[in-house]
């Protein structure tokens, strides 16, 4: 599906923050007409101003055929106001990425025959590899769905939840995860300094081999616990320091499993 196919009415993206900008930015790198696009951004950054044919700010098309919601939670009620005129329409979509906001809040409020996409994309997406779960309500069709998936897969890769809940676990995995590894290169790289490396290059081998390790796993037909063995030599370092950080107790099972519920118990308060 070609994204004229798909925006032909017109694109309205509420909200061009990190995210909802490396998803223009992405459309646009994929070859969407800027021309079919509108963008409410009450602070609009430099870079957006200069975006030449983009509609910013200006008044909204008749009848757009998505609406992405990208704004942060505190602005959601706000920015659904200004566009509830398009819900209850069948041929108007929403798609939202904004955390922690339910299927049903958007119901309640653009009306239960709108058809809503709830998305959850993470920062790597600022790079084009990001992940995106994706689940519709009931209002939305396979080909409503496919257009979904097909916006979000500007940013990375999409896969598709069968129900709702399962959000709360992805956006502990998926969501935060990101941050889990950017602070496993932190730790590694004190680590480093610890045993008498500068901190410029502790960090340097701690950035480029947790990137490289996780590229090689993206890239490799082998599972991760394979390539784990393939690093590990019997009566080796690497063996050495995986008897701390497979300890039950003590490593990263424990703490990694603590830490992901956490996250998810957190995403259900949020959610209520």
Avoid at 210 to 230: I, Y
Avoid at 248 to 270: K, M
Wanted: glycine fraction near 12%; include cysteine.
């Amino acid at each position: 599906m070609e994204f004229g196919d798909i925006v032909h009415r017109g694109l309205v993206l509420l909200g061009c923050g990190k995210m909802g900008g490396a998803l223009l930015q992405g459309w646009i790198g994929q070859g969407m007409d800027t021309s079919v696009v509108w963008v409410v951004d009450p602070v609009p950054s430099d870079e957006l101003k200069a975006l030449a044919g983009v509609n910013l700010n200006a008044d909204l098309p008749a009848s757009p055929a998505i609406v992405v919601v990208a704004v942060k939670p505190q602005m959601m009620d706000t920015a659904l106001e200004s566009v509830r005129q398009f819900g209850g329409r069948k041929n108007t979509l929403f798609l939202s990425i904004a955390a922690g906001t339910t299927l049903e809040h958007f119901e309640a409020v653009l009306g239960s025959s709108t058809p809503v996409i709830r998305a959850m994309p993470n920062t790597p997406a600022a790079i084009g590899r990001g992940i995106t779960a994706l689940v519709g309500n009931g209002q939305v069709s396979e080909a409503a769905m496919h257009a979904g998936e097909e916006l979000l897969s500007a940013v990375g890769h999409t896969v598709r939840l069968d129900r709702e809940a399962d959000m709360d676990a992805v956006t502990a995995v998926s969501g935060s995860g990101p941050a889990y590894v950017f602070h496993l290169i932190e730790t590694l790289a004190a680590a480093g300094q610890a045993e008498g490396l500068s901190p410029e290059l502790a960090l340097k081998l701690a950035r480029s081999t947790v990137a490289g390790a996780g590229a090689l796993a993206d890239a490799s037909p082998e599972d991760p616990g394979q390539l784990r063995v393939n690093v590990t030599s019997p009566g080796g370092t690497t063996e050495a320091a995986l008897k701390v950080l497979m300890d039950d107790a003590a490593g990263f099972p424990a703490i990694v499993s603590r830490a992901v519920s956490a996250a998810a118990g957190r995403s259900r308060e949020l959610g209520k």
